[in-house]
T-cell receptor, first 114, second 111 residues
Framework: GAGVSQSPSNKVTEKGKDVELRCDPI?????LYWYRQSLGQGLEFLIYFQGNSAPDKSGLPSDRFSAERTGGSVSTLTIQRTQQEDSAVYLC????????????FGPGTRLLVL | SQQGEEDPQALSIQEGENATMNCSYK?????LQWYRQNSGRGLVHLIL?????REKHSGRLRVTLDTSKKSSSLLITASRAADTASYFC???????????FGQGTRLTINP
């Protein structure tokens, strides 16, 4: 596709359930990023992929959060045993090169944990 | 505290006026970028200024960078209602492989 896509657009889940969020980056972009944005706040960095490896996962808030990337393309962010404080918009971005380049963002997944 | 901090947090002006937003940061950078976000969803890249540049223009946007003060400003001239959005600065920090975003400025243009 022409841009970064994310699915689902919205997700409502019950506390304690697991969720998977998907990101399809722009074709050919080697770098992929996940961010979290709480209501009215800035972007909180979660994890960065270069190809299929994650050189920087320092932003993952707890071991309930994990992410993988396969084939240098699609990435999945998994949140296990969701908590209400996980409610936020999860944004994915990709760029052609890892540093100094423009990041292209997807529309985000709005997660609500009841 | 944040690497990038914008001020003001919120700005409301009349259509046709100029809007100025500021960003401060703490560490050495390779470049600084400004992004816009509508309705709390995906961000759109507006402009990138490199550490060896002092000013850059793109349409109605003017960005300045003062590395000695570790600050940048974004000026939107002749504002329009469609400019209503949140604006974020992001720093490409030397030695890191990620952008660090500020908290953003919420800009409202009143018709």
């Amino acid at each position: 596709g022409a841009g970064v896509s994310q699915s689902p657009s919205n997700k409502v889940t019950e506390k304690g359930k697991d969720v998977e969020l998907r990101c399809d980056p722009i074709s050919g972009h080697t770098a992929l990023y996940w961010y979290r944005q709480s209501l009215g706040q800035g972007l909180e960095f979660l994890i960065y992929f270069q190809g299929n490896s994650a050189p920087d996962k320092s932003g993952l808030p707890s071991d309930r959060f994990s992410a993988e990337r396969t084939g240098g393309s699609v990435s999945t962010l998994t949140i296990q045993r969701t908590q209400q404080e996980d409610s936020a918009v999860y944004l994915c971005a990709s760029s052609h090169e890892p540093t100094g380049r423009t990041q292209y963002f997807g529309p985000g997944t709005r997660l609500l944990v009841l | 505290s944040q690497q990038g901090e914008e001020d003001p947090q919120a700005l409301s002006i009349q259509e046709g006026e100029n809007a100025t937003m500021n960003c401060s940061y703490k560490t050495s950078i390779n470049n600084l970028q400004w992004y816009r976000q509508n309705s709390g969803r995906g961000l759109v890249h507006l402009i990138l200024i490199r550490s060896n540049e002092r000013e850059k223009h793109s349409g109605r946007l003017r960005v300045t960078l003062d590395t000695s003060k570790k600050s940048s400003s974004l000026l939107i001239t002749a504002s329009r209602a469609a400019d209503t959005a949140s604006y974020f600065c992001a720093t490409d920090v030397s030695g890191a492989q990620k952008l660090v975003f500020g908290q953003g400025t919420r800009l409202t243009i009143n018709p």
